[in-house]
């Protein structure tokens, strides 16, 4: 027969005893249930907490659209977010990653899911991620609909956690990019970066292992008294309400996001097999913090465009003359450096 006390001991354990806080889960959602609301668009009105998330496209105007999907993380940029600390920037690399893809393809992001996992739920922390996400969502008209938060002990140790974001955006039938008329002489604009974005981070940790930086040192590449880690975490630049303009005024032909592979990899996934993309790596200033990592690691030219976006992190097709004049000067307006860094021409 069973003893009654051991009986009692095993019956009595709780699901927190196993490292999961059902109740810190509900705490997150209430906390992080306001930035989700200031997210808000047209289409996107129900709150947080139902099985799925809602967004109705006949109120966000569209008549006959095509949806567009993307999902992505922010790599092992996460790794020096949860080394410094600094963890509400990382939301907004998660939400850029997957807008700018979106935007890309003419398609205007409509709504955003999130996926929090952690060993251990420190709402804090998580609520500081969630608001950079909010802020993302904000900064690209996108709304922050729902997600989900796993807390699965054993799986990650310590403080770490991981990320992922799947976004749905939307173009009318027959508008999406890239276009079919790109010709030989169609003019490459170049959209200035903010810094590193979420690329090559595994790279940049290991050179900066091997050199002995602290995070917490200051950056040697700034002049100002940012440290190393605030300046390799400055967060994603949002291309997405900068370039809605010029998609539906028809003056964009296509449309690359810099990103893994850089140069040489990203802009030939919107050239058809006919054309090819000479860039001018000259046309614009590198910015320090490249210059800094090639020195650190002796790397060749060819190296650093594959694996960085050296200072460019948008490219756009256009036409010569009136249409490059008009893209450029919106995009500068609107606070998005943007200048001529090359040329199609035949394959």
């Not at 140069?263 to 210059?291: C, G, H, K, M, Q």
Request: charged share 20%; proline share 5%; aromatic share 6%.
């Amino acid at each position: 027969m069973a003893d009654p006390a051991q009986g009692a001991k095993r019956n009595g354990i709780t699901y927190a005893d196993a490292g999961v806080d059902i109740d810190a889960g509900n705490a997150l959602v209430r906390l992080i249930a306001p930035m989700a609301k200031a997210t808000r668009r047209p289409g996107a009105d129900s709150d947080l907490g139902g099985f799925g998330g809602l967004f109705d496209l006949k109120a966000a105007g569209f008549t006959d659209p095509i949806l567009v999907a993307a999902n992505d993380g922010v790599g092992t940029k996460l790794r020096l977010a949860i080394d410094t600390g600094i963890l509400d920037t990382v939301g907004i690399d998660l939400v850029a990653m997957c807008v700018n893809d979106l935007i890309v393809q003419g398609a205007e992001p409509l709504f955003f899911l999130d996926y929090f996992a952690t060993g251990h739920l420190d709402v804090e922390s998580a609520a500081k991620v969630v608001s950079g996400i909010a802020e993302g969502c904000r900064l690209s008209g996108c709304a922050l609909i729902g997600g989900e938060t796993a807390e699965m002990p054993g799986m990650y140790q310590g403080d770490d956690f991981d990320l992922a974001g799947f976004s749905v955006g939307a173009a009318e039938r027959g508008s999406l990019l890239p276009r079919n008329d790109m010709v030989p002489g169609d003019i490459i604009l170049g959209m200035s970066s903010s810094g590193l974005h979420s690329n090559g981070f595994s790279l940049v940790r290991r050179l900066i292992a091997d050199a002995g930086e602290k995070l917490e040192s200051p950056a040697p590449f700034e002049t100002d008294a940012a440290t190393l880690g605030n300046a390799l975490l400055t967060p994603t630049r949002l291309y997405v309400t900068q370039l809605l303009p010029s998609i539906k005024a028809g003056h964009i032909k296509a449309l690359a996001h810099i990103t893994g592979g850089g140069f040489s990899e990203n802009i030939p996934r919107v050239l058809p097999d006919n054309l090819a993309a000479e860039v001018d790596y000259t046309a614009w200033d590198i910015p320090p913090v490249f210059d800094w990592l090639q020195k650190l690691g002796g790397m060749a030219d060819a190296e650093m465009r594959r694996t960085f976006n050296c200072g460019i992190g948008m490219i756009a097709v256009v036409s010569p003359g009136d249409d490059a004049e008009a893209v450029t000067a919106s995009l500068n307006e609107l606070g998005v450096p943007t200048r001529q860094i090359g040329v199609i021409t035949s394959a």
